[in-house]
T-cell receptor, first 111, second 114 residues
């Protein structure tokens, strides 16, 4: 079946550290890939997306590259801030609107 | 532009009771989604509406869950009777249409069943 696997958290970092949150997927077909972020007390927000192999999604200093050969879509940021503390969800859809989410990774950034 | 509104934000009920959640999508959005997010898991789609018609309800436990979107705008999700395992956050989302547009999520309703 179609699924998303992401690294368990929490990920704890100091401000200005480099961030990587791993995400791999299994899909029958060629999915679109997404990263959503959920700040405390708020709803999910789309952070970035990529719709085909080798596409790079980017937003707010975060980046992720659609790697078909490794079925991965790892999220990276060069220098995290305390305000980046949130739960990050990797997700896919297969040309429908049905999003399939991973379990989420909590990021905690300390000053 | 106002976002997706949901109410209540929190609800505590006893098992076997009934509960209803309400969602008001972004104005003009034809597609509406209800997701269930159990603690420690990602959201799971329960039902998707296109205007007032159901597009996908394959993961909705129809023996106890029901949802409607009578006028193609607001929607309600009902659970009757509730079970302990229904404790979760219920998220509503909307999108312009079913053509791969971005989904906008509401803040969710946190349900605790005791």
């Amino acid at each position: 079946g179609n699924s998303v696997t992401q690294m368990e958290g929490p990920v704890t970092l100091s401000e200005e550290a480099f961030l990587t949150i791993n995400c791999t997927y299994t899909a029958t077909g060629y999915p679109s890939l997404f990263w959503y972020v959920q700040y405390p007390g708020e709803g999910l927000q789309l952070l970035l997306k990529a719709t085909k192999a080798d596409d790079k999604g980017s937003n707010k200093g975060f980046e992720a590259t659609y790697r078909k050969e490794t079925t991965s879509f790892h999220l990276e940021k060069g220098s995290v801030q305390v305000s980046d503390s949130a739960v990050y969800f990797c997700a896919l859809n297969l040309r429908t609107d049905k999003l399939i989410f991973g379990t989420g990774t909590r990021l905690q950034v300390f000053p | 532009e106002a976002g997706v509104a949901q109410s209540p934000r929190y609800k505590i009920i006893e098992k076997r009771q009934s509960v209803a959640f309400w969602c008001n999508p972004i104005s003009g959005h034809a597609t509406l989604y209800w997701y269930q997010q159990i603690l420690g898991q990602g959201p799971k789609l329960l039902i998707q509406f296109q205007n007032n018609g159901v597009v996908d309800d394959s993961q909705l436990p129809k023996d106890r869950f029901s949802a409607e979107r009578l006028k193609g705008v607001d929607s309600t999700l009902k659970i009757q009777p509730a079970k302990l395992e229904d404790s979760a956050v219920y998220l509503c989302a909307s999108s312009l249409n079913s053509q791969g547009n971005e989904q906008y999520f509401g803040p969710g309703t946190r349900l605790t069943v005791t």
